[in-house]
C-alpha cells in the first residue's frame, strides 16, 4: 500500500488530469451503467449552531468502478469544519483508500483534500466547457476561500481566452490575499485580478461566474449579470443554504447538475426554487446531468442564454480522480511504502 500526503498527491495531480479521468468515467458510465456503482452518501451534521461552533457535516461516500479490466473500491470520509479557517485549517478535511476489489489489497491510503478540490473544480472546468461562451473574457470569483483556488484554474484550463478574474469575498482582504496566492501558485495565467467591493461590481461584466460560498440567500439577481453569463455554483451543499437567487434559476436557459440523486437532497439553490411556488422554476425543467453534456445527450447554444452548473459532488468523481492517482503511485512507487500483513 502506498501512503500519499497532500504534498505528494499535489505533485503528481493537474487539472487537465483529473478532467480527463472525470470525463473517462462518464463515458464509461453512459456506455456501461453497471461499470460503476456509487450510492448516495451518507451525510451526518455535526455540532449544533452556537456561540462555539458552526454546524458542520461528516460524509461517507463510497464506489466501486470497473475500467474493462480491474474492479477498484474507493471510499473518501469527508469532515467539513467551519471554524477551521480560524484554526489556519482547511475547511473540507478528507481522506481517501483505493482498494482492489477481487483481492481486498489497498493500493492506497491518500489524503483528500487536494483531490476534493481539483474534482470539484474540473466538474466545473466540464461544465464550463460545453455550457460557457467559447468567446469568454472575464471570470468572477465569489467567496475566495480554499475552493476557490482550483475552480478558476479550472475554468482557464478549459477557456483560452479568459483576460479578466473579478475578485468578491465578504472579507476584502482575504480576497487581495486570494489574488497574490493565486499569481504564485499558478504562473502559467497571464490574467489580470481586480479586487471588488461588492459582488454586483464583480458580476456585471462576467462572462463566467464562479459561486464558492456558505450563502443562505441569492447574492444576485438576473438583472445583474449579462444575458449569455455561465455559472458554476458548488457551494450552498445543504438545503438550508442559497447562493443562486430564484430570479437567476428562472432565467437560465439550461440548468445542469453533477448528480441528480444527491441533489434532491442537498442542493439548497434548486430545492428551494422548487419548493417556491412563486418561482417559475421546478425540478422537472432540470436541462440535464454533467453525464448528458459530455455524451451528447445535451447539446447546448452557448450563447442562447444564462447557463448554470449546480456540483455536490459524487463517489464516482471521486473515485475517478483517486484511482488515477493510485494507480500513477502504485506503478511509479511513489510515497510511502507500507506492506499490510
Known amino acids: 500500500m ?19 479521468a472525470i470525463e473517462q468515467m462518464l463515458n464509461i458510465q453512459s456506455k456501461h451503467s453497471q461499470w ?13 449552531e452556537s456561540d462555539s461552533h458552526q454546524t458542520g457535516t461528516h460524509l461517507s461516500m463510497p464506489s466501486v468502478v470497473f475500467d474493462g479490466e480491474e474492479e477498484y473500491a474507493v471510499v473518501k470520509l469527508v469532515s467539513i469544519c467551519p471554524d477551521n479557517p480560524q484554526r489556519d485549517l482547511p475547511t473540507t478535511v478528507a481522506t481517501i483508500t483505493v482498494s482492489n476489489t477481487a483481492t481486498g489489497e489497498t493500493l492506497a491510503f491518500m489524503d483528500g ?9 474540473a466538474l466545473s472546468g466540464i461544465a464550463t466547457k460545453y455550457l460557457a461562451s467559447p468567446d469568454s473574457q472575464t471570470v468572477a470569483v465569489i467567496g475566495t476561500g480554499g475552493m476557490a483556488y482550483e475552480q478558476l484554474n479550472a475554468v482557464l484550463t478549459v477557456c483560452s ?13 482575504k480576497a487581495a490575499q486570494f489574488k497574490d496566492e493565486f499569481m504564485a501558485q499558478y504562473p502559467q495565467w497571464k490574467v489580470s485580478f481586480k479586487v471588488c467591493d461588492t459582488v454586483a461590481e464583480a458580476i456585471k461584466e462576467a462572462d463566467i461566474i464562479n459561486l464558492a460560498t456558505r450563502a443562505t440567500e441569492g447574492l444576485f439577481e438576473a438583472d445583474q449579470i449579462k444575458l449569455d453569463a455561465h455559472i458554476n455554483a458548488v457551494g450552498a451543499y445543504q438545503p438550508q443554504m442559497k447562493e443562486v437567487s430564484d430570479s437567476v434559476i428562472e432565467a437560465c436557459a439550461y440548468v445542469v447538475i453533477d448528480d441528480l440523486a444527491g ?12 419548493a417556491n411556488s412563486d418561482c417559475g422554476w421546478s ?12 455524451n451528447s445527450d445535451l447539446v447546448v447554444d452557448a450563447r442562447s442564454g444564462v447557463s448554470l452548473f449546480k ?12 484511482l488515477k492517482v493510485a494507480l500513477a503511485a502504485k506503478h511509479d512507487g511513489l510515497g510511502q511504502s507500507v506492506l499490510l500483513s
Do not use: C
Not at 481566452?161 to 482582504?173: D, G, Y
Not at 425540478?283 to 459530455?294: A, P, Q, R, T, Y
Open 2 to 20: 502506498q501512503i500519499l500526503d497532500r504534498n505528494t498527491v499535489k505533485e503528481q495531480l493537474t487539472m487537465p488530469m483529473a478532467i480527463e
Open 36 to 48: 460503476v456503482k456509487s450510492p448516495e452518501r451518507l451525510v451526518i451534521p455535526t455540532y449544533n
Open 113 to 121: 483534500i487536494y483531490i476534493t478540490q481539483v474534482r470539484t473544480a
Open 161 to 173: 481566452k479568459i483576460e479578466h478574474v473579478t475578485l468578491w469575498n465578504r472579507t476584502t482582504a
Open 263 to 274: 441533489g434532491k437532497h442537498e442542493a439548497g439553490d434548486l430545492i428551494q426554487a422548487d
Open 283 to 294: 425540478w422537472d425543467k432540470l436541462s440535464g446531468e454533467l453525464i448528458d453534456l459530455v
Open 311 to 322: 456540483s455536490v459532488g459524487a463517489a464516482s468523481f471521486d473515485a475517478a480522480v483517486a
